[in-house]
Structures are given as structure tokens and as C-alpha cells.
């Protein structure tokens, strides 16, 4: 059955450092990759939206790179900043079939 | 101007009554989704209709109904609540499919004793 996993359930990072988060897929051929936030008490909120034949996407201090080998996509924020505390998940698909995984909690700490 | 409304925010309910939570987009997209997220954050695809037509439909228990009047509204009718169904329940919107982003409404706490 399909499976996605995000690297881990929480993530600590001082101010300034880059944050990598990772998620795997495994019994799945995605036809792209998309990374939301949520915030606490709210909906996700989409960043950026990378397909099986592109390798990588830049938005801001925000980079994502899609590997259909590994079946990966790792997921930076540079120069992070306390604000960029949330949880990060990734949602995979063909079509509109999604399946996001469970997500990792990251804290920006000062 | 809110993009993806849902109401009520907040549902507190008791085992076997039925209840119905309404979403409404003002983005002029053409595709609504119903997504529930359990305690444990796992965010599952409930529905998902395009054009008022269902083409999503994961394996949900038949009390839950979707209904659509218009592109703009999905409203999820959920009968003889079940303990189990304590969840948040968040409505999405998109335009076309493909992979275009969704947007997230605030989401409906509800809760079951």
C-alpha cells in the first residue's frame, strides 16, 4: 500500500540555520509533490508545488527538490526565523487522488 | 475577504444525532474537497467533487453525505454520530486538477460524547 513518511514528527533549529525536512514515498509514482504549512488551529496553507520532471523549486528562502529515484523530496527553509515555527506536510498525487503525509513539526528557536 | 468559509467552527454533539457542516468558496474554482484530520494530524482525503460532481469518494462510512448545490458550496451531511468521527474537518478548494494548490478553509472542530 502507499506510504509517505516525513523524516521526523519534530524538528528543533536554531535561528538563522537551514531547516531540511525530508518526506519518502514508497508504492507510488506521484506525478508531483506539493509542501503546505498549518499553522495551529488552521487549515494548511500551500508553499510550492514541484512535478516528477522537474528537479528543484525556489520560492523565497524556500527550496524544494523532488528525486523520483529515491522516491524524495527534501524541503528547505533558509535563514529560518522563529516565524517559520508550524508544521510542514507534504502532499503527493495524480490527478486530485491526494495523500499527504503526517507531517513535521519544526520550532525555530531565537 | 474570506477565500474557503466553513461553518460552524465548533460542534459539540452527541452520539447518534446528525449534524451538517457547510463550506463555501468565493475563488471561482470548480473543485471542493472535504479532508478530516484526527488527533493524530493525519490529514485523509474524505471527498472530492468537480463541477458539482463527486470523483473522489475514499473509503468513508455511508453516514457521511456530501452535497453540492453549486460550484461554490460543499456541504458535508454526516448522520448518527459515532464517537470515532471527533475530528476537524477541513473543506479545500481548487481549480482544475492536476496538482493545482488547494485552499484551506479554517476547518470544523468537532466533537462527539
Known amino acids: 500500500s502507499q506510504k509517505i513518511e516525513q523524516n521526523s514528527e519534530a524538528l528543533n533549529i536554531q535561528e538563522g540555520k537551514t531547516a531540511t525536512l525530508t518526506c519518502n514515498y514508497t508504492n507510488y509514482s506521484p506525478a508531483y509533490l506539493q509542501w503546505y504549512r498549518q499553522d495551529p488551529g488552521r487549515g494548511p496553507v500551500f508553499l510550492l508545488l514541484?512535478?516528477?520532471?522537474?528537479k528543484e523549486k525556489r520560492k523565497e528562502r524556500l527550496k524544494v527538490t523532488f528525486d523520483t529515484t529515491l522516491k524524495q523530496s527534501l524541503f528547505h527553509i533558509t535563514a529560518s526565523q522563529p516565524a517559520d515555527s508550524a508544521t510542514y506536510l507534504c502532499?503527493?498525487?495524480?490527478?486530485?487522488?491526494?495523500?499527504f503525509g503526517p507531517g513535521t513539526r519544526l520550532s525555530v528557536l531565537p | 475577504d474570506t477565500a474557503v468559509s466553513q461553518t460552524p467552527k465548533y460542534l459539540v454533539t452527541q452520539m447518534g444525532n446528525d449534524k451538517s457542516i457547510k463550506c463555501e468558496q468565493n475563488?471561482?474554482?470548480?473543485?471542493m474537497y472535504w479532508y478530516k484530520q484526527d488527533s493524530k494530524k493525519f490529514l485523509k482525503i474524505m471527498f472530492s467533487?468537480?463541477?458539482?460532481?463527486?470523483?473522489i469518494n475514499e473509503t468513508v462510512p455511508n453516514r457521511f453525505s456530501p452535497k453540492s448545490p453549486d460550484k461554490a458550496h460543499l456541504n458535508l451531511h454526516i448522520n448518527s454520530l459515532e464517537l470515532g468521527d471527533s475530528a476537524v474537518y477541513f473543506c479545500a478548494s481548487s481549480q482544475g486538477r492536476g496538482g493545482n494548490e488547494q485552499f484551506f478553509g479554517p476547518g470544523t472542530r468537532l466533537t462527539v460524547l
Open positions: 514541484i512535478r516528477e520532471n522537474e
Open positions: 475563488l471561482g474554482h470548480d473543485t
Open positions: 467533487y468537480n463541477n458539482k460532481e463527486l470523483i
Open positions: 502532499a503527493l498525487g495524480p490527478g486530485q487522488n491526494f495523500v
